[in-house]
């Protein structure tokens, strides 16, 4: 039983290029959640989906970043002209369903985003 | 607006000691709690969890007390190990389908041997 996958784990992008963050979940689970992670730093939400919905985004930056969970295949986290202040570690978690959301968390390894 | 802060950044112990890492949070409107270790280059994982109808609970080793008067939680972890340092993070939520979790800025364990 294959825990929330995430790839690529390093993700390197110039200034400008478009970066795609994927996060597939535990088998099981509906609901997808994204942060960030400065360093040295805690986790920051972003965004709560469940498939084809966006439910909570309200710790997504307004330009340049969306996320989508569609009804086949990955989450996509993507961030558009990427700039140097993108540079984190991105980590999608998931969860079983809305009435247990929290209780329910296991999260993935991260995407390490260096933008240079 | 809603916070979880953290009392020390990095806290140094020897091998068999006990550690204690605080937290403070600021939303009394939090009924749930969950303490985090992250390992370098790691996801958070997930070690012990608290609801507010509780004031302590016990798990392997490790110990989280919640005191709600003064909105302040701890995690104890007896006889501490190599193995166990690492970023510890605590995070609030709120139930009831509520789906965020609000964490903490990390404290840093580190076991001496």
């Known amino acids: 039983n294959a825990g929330v996958m995430q790839n690529p784990r390093h993700l390197v992008r110039r200034r400008g290029q478009e970066a795609r963050l994927r996060c597939s979940p535990m088998?099981?689970?509906?609901?997808v959640y994204w942060y960030r992670q400065l360093p040295e730093e805690g986790l920051k939400f972003m965004v709560y989906l469940q498939k084809e919905n966006i439910i909570d985004e309200s710790g997504m930056p307004k330009e340049r970043f969306s996320a989508e969970f569609p009804k086949e295949g990955p989450s996509i986290l993507r961030i558009q002209q990427v700039v140097r202040g993108d540079s984190a570690a991105y980590f999608c978690?998931?969860?079983?369903?809305?009435?247990?959301?929290?209780?329910?968390?296991?999260f993935g390894s991260g995407t390490r985003l260096t933008v240079v | 607006g809603e916070s979880v802060g953290l009392h020390l950044p990095t806290l140094s112990v020897q091998e068999g000691d006990n550690s204690i890492i605080n937290c403070a949070y600021s939303n009394s409107a939090s009924d749930y709690f969950i303490w985090y270790k992250q390992e370098s280059g790691k996801g958070p994982q997930f070690i012990i969890d608290?609801?507010?109808?509780?004031d302590k609970r016990q798990g392997q080793r490790v110990t989280v007390l919640l005191n709600k008067t003064v909105k302040h939680l701890s995690l104890q972890i007896a006889a501490t190990q190599p193995g166990d340092s690492a970023v510890y993070f605590c995070?609030?939520?709120?139930?009831?389908?509520?789906?965020?979790?609000?964490f903490g800025a990390g404290t840093r364990l580190a076991v001496h041997p």
């Open positions: 995070a609030d939520g709120i139930s009831g389908g509520y789906n965020k979790l609000i």
């Open positions: 608290i609801r507010s109808n509780m």
């Open positions: 978690a998931s969860s079983p369903g809305r009435d247990r959301g929290i209780y329910g968390y296991t």
């Open positions: 088998k099981g689970h509906s609901h």
